[in-house]
């Protein structure tokens, strides 16, 4: 079951933007969207938005998502230091009927 | 306010069985469909299985499927996870999550396949 295709890392200066890719096929991404998770050490997940571009209550205004096709992308704004965390993409999959992750980005605040 | 607890975790002989347990409140849990997702040690996220808000449809991961089976008690607001025939590579951190979104998370049990 292959997952979802995410960069490693990146790395942006305090006070940026980070923009932060997620690529699947029409199964999972290009069907029903995708989600995006962050990870901060030590911690669970945690939902930063669902259906590809809906924010639950809560999160910053800083995180904003959208989807084009089969691809999502996660759009941090003014970094903060908190920001440094691991973020996780997920997707149902219709086909395989498995949700799939990501293998994760590591946003780096420098 | 929605809580996830998860119990059962611990270390366990190659081949042997263990299960696993979430306690869910603060929301009506019979509404929701449930994961099972793992971590191992420095590693990603990866998603173990699901049940339905009913619990009438379960689907597994390839790695797990024959080995692992998820259920849920709606009278106990619980959902399980029984692993059987565990195997080193099963060695992870065992989250369990709310419905499709993956909405809410527990604070995850270590579970250690190791002779």
């Known amino acids: 079951q292959a997952g979802l295709t995410q960069p490693p890392s990146v790395s942006k200066a305090l006070g940026q933007t980070a923009t932060l890719t997620c690529t699947g096929n029409s199964n999972n991404v290009g069907d029903q969207g995708a989600s995006w998770l962050q990870q901060r050490p030590g911690h669970p997940p945690k939902l930063l938005s669902f259906r590809s571009t809906t924010r639950p209550s809560g999160i910053s205004e800083r995180f904003s998502a959208s989807r084009s096709g089969n691809t999502v992308s996660l759009t941090i704004t003014g970094l903060q230091p908190e920001d440094e965390a691991d973020y996780y993409c997920s997707a149902w999959d219709r086909s395989l009927s498995v949700s799939v992750f990501g293998s994760g980005t590591k946003v780096i605040v420098l | 306010q929605v809580q996830l607890v998860e119990s059962g975790g611990g270390v366990v002989q190659p081949g042997r069985s263990l299960r696993l347990s979430c306690a869910a409140s603060?929301?009506?849990?019979?509404?929701?469909?449930m994961h099972w997702v793992r971590q191992a040690p420095g590693k990603g996220l990866e998603w173990v299985a699901v049940v339905s808000y009913d619990g009438s449809n379960k689907f597994y991961a390839d790695s797990v499927k024959g080995r692992f089976t998820i259920s849920r008690d709606a009278s106990k607001n619980m959902l399980y996870l029984q692993m059987n025939s565990l195997r080193p590579e099963d060695t992870a951190l065992y989250f369990c999550?709310?419905?499709?979104?993956?909405?809410?998370w527990g604070p995850g049990t270590l579970v250690t396949v190791s002779s």
């Open positions: 603060g929301y009506t849990f019979s509404s929701f469909p």
């Open positions: 999550a709310r419905d499709t979104d993956f909405d809410h």
